[in-house]
Protein backbone atom coordinates (compact mmCIF):
# COMPACT_ATOMS: atom_id res chain seq x y z
CA UNK A 1 0.00 0.00 0.00
CA UNK A 2 1.42 3.22 -0.97
CA UNK A 3 0.01 6.27 1.08
CA UNK A 4 0.27 9.78 -0.59
CA UNK A 5 -1.19 13.38 0.33
CA UNK A 6 -4.26 14.65 -1.58
CA UNK A 7 -4.09 18.44 -0.94
CA UNK A 8 -3.00 20.98 1.71
CA UNK A 9 -6.48 22.07 3.79
CA UNK A 10 -5.16 24.97 5.78
CA UNK A 11 -1.80 26.33 6.48
CA UNK A 12 -1.35 28.32 9.64
CA UNK A 13 0.05 32.25 9.57
CA UNK A 14 1.55 33.42 13.03
CA UNK A 15 1.24 37.11 12.39
CA UNK A 16 1.05 40.34 14.85
CA UNK A 17 -1.86 42.31 14.00
CA UNK A 18 -4.62 39.50 13.15
CA UNK A 19 -6.86 42.57 11.67
CA UNK A 20 -4.66 43.90 9.70
CA UNK A 21 -3.37 40.98 7.99
CA UNK A 22 -7.17 40.70 7.20
CA UNK A 23 -7.38 43.61 5.63
CA UNK A 24 -4.08 42.86 3.68
CA UNK A 25 -5.44 39.33 2.52
CA UNK A 26 -8.67 41.07 2.04
CA UNK A 27 -8.24 43.70 -0.24
CA UNK A 28 -5.08 42.94 -1.90
CA UNK A 29 -5.41 39.34 -2.93
CA UNK A 30 -9.33 38.79 -2.69
CA UNK A 31 -9.56 36.34 0.35
CA UNK A 32 -12.01 36.34 2.82
CA UNK A 33 -11.97 36.48 6.57
CA UNK A 34 -13.76 34.35 8.54
CA UNK A 35 -14.09 33.88 12.10
CA UNK A 36 -14.63 30.38 13.97
CA UNK A 37 -14.59 28.10 16.84
CA UNK A 38 -14.62 30.71 19.47
CA UNK A 39 -13.64 33.86 17.54
CA UNK A 40 -10.73 32.40 16.09
CA UNK A 41 -9.88 34.24 12.91
CA UNK A 42 -8.73 32.73 9.33
CA UNK A 43 -8.88 33.55 5.05
CA UNK A 44 -10.47 31.78 2.73
CA UNK A 45 -9.87 31.24 -0.81
CA UNK A 46 -11.31 28.36 -3.51
CA UNK A 47 -10.91 24.96 -1.01
CA UNK A 48 -8.35 26.30 1.06
CA UNK A 49 -7.71 28.14 4.51
CA UNK A 50 -5.16 30.10 6.35
CA UNK A 51 -5.78 29.74 10.04
CA UNK A 52 -4.09 33.26 11.92
CA UNK A 53 -2.51 33.00 14.96
CA UNK A 54 -1.32 36.38 17.51
CA UNK A 55 1.95 36.17 18.16
CA UNK A 56 2.38 35.28 21.55
CA UNK A 57 -1.01 34.07 21.76
CA UNK A 58 -1.03 31.05 19.70
CA UNK A 59 -3.28 27.82 20.13
CA UNK A 60 -1.77 24.88 21.10
CA UNK A 61 -0.07 22.19 19.49
CA UNK A 62 1.81 24.94 17.62
CA UNK A 63 4.98 25.03 15.23
CA UNK A 64 8.59 24.48 17.64
CA UNK A 65 9.26 28.24 16.55
CA UNK A 66 6.19 30.26 15.11
CA UNK A 67 7.69 34.22 13.77
CA UNK A 68 5.79 36.73 11.97
CA UNK A 69 7.15 37.04 8.91
CA UNK A 70 8.49 33.32 8.45
CA UNK A 71 6.03 32.66 5.83
CA UNK A 72 7.42 32.06 1.98
CA UNK A 73 3.48 31.79 -0.06
CA UNK A 74 3.04 30.77 -3.29
CA UNK A 75 -0.59 31.33 -4.52
CA UNK A 76 -2.49 31.47 -8.17
CA UNK A 77 -4.44 33.98 -9.40
CA UNK A 78 -8.11 33.96 -11.19
CA UNK A 79 -7.04 36.77 -13.61
CA UNK A 80 -3.74 37.62 -15.77
CA UNK A 81 -0.73 38.94 -13.99
CA UNK A 82 -1.29 42.14 -16.00
CA UNK A 83 -4.49 42.88 -13.75
CA UNK A 84 -3.17 41.64 -10.85
CA UNK A 85 -0.43 44.02 -11.09
CA UNK A 86 -3.10 47.19 -11.49
CA UNK A 87 -4.40 45.89 -8.60
CA UNK A 88 -1.99 46.07 -6.88
CA UNK A 89 -0.61 49.59 -7.98
CA UNK A 90 -3.84 51.27 -7.54
CA UNK A 91 -3.25 49.88 -3.94
CA UNK A 92 0.12 51.24 -3.11
CA UNK A 93 1.24 47.96 -2.84
CA UNK A 94 5.07 47.36 -4.18
CA UNK A 95 5.93 44.27 -6.04
CA UNK A 96 9.04 43.54 -5.30
CA UNK A 97 10.10 41.14 -8.16
CA UNK A 98 8.69 40.23 -11.34
CA UNK A 99 7.33 38.82 -13.53
CA UNK A 100 9.40 36.56 -13.91
CA UNK A 101 9.22 32.88 -14.82
CA UNK A 102 8.83 29.51 -12.00
CA UNK A 103 8.55 25.94 -11.90
CA UNK A 104 5.47 25.80 -9.86
CA UNK A 105 3.36 22.22 -8.85
CA UNK A 106 2.11 22.17 -12.24
CA UNK A 107 4.79 23.75 -14.76
CA UNK A 108 5.75 26.93 -15.23
CA UNK A 109 4.40 29.83 -14.37
CA UNK A 110 4.54 33.80 -14.43
CA UNK A 111 4.90 34.98 -10.44
CA UNK A 112 5.41 38.19 -8.69
CA UNK A 113 6.49 38.67 -5.33
CA UNK A 114 5.43 40.90 -2.66
CA UNK A 115 5.20 40.99 1.22
CA UNK A 116 2.46 40.94 3.48
CA UNK A 117 2.16 43.66 6.70
CA UNK A 118 4.21 41.41 8.63
CA UNK A 119 6.99 40.74 5.85
CA UNK A 120 5.84 37.12 4.70
CA UNK A 121 6.89 36.79 1.03
CA UNK A 122 4.24 36.07 -1.38
CA UNK A 123 4.87 34.85 -4.50
CA UNK A 124 1.27 35.51 -6.87
CA UNK A 125 1.57 33.74 -10.30
CA UNK A 126 -0.47 32.52 -13.37
CA UNK A 127 -0.13 29.62 -15.41
CA UNK A 128 0.14 30.34 -19.22
Known sequence: MSIQMERIDHIVLTVRDIEATCRFYEEALGMKGVSFAGGRKALTFGDQKINLHKAGEE?????????????????????G???????????GIKILEGPVLRMG????????YLRDPDGNLIEVGSYD
Open 81 to 91: LAEFMAHLKAL
Open 59 to 79: FEPKAANPTPGSADLCLIASV
Open 105 to 112: AMGPLRSV
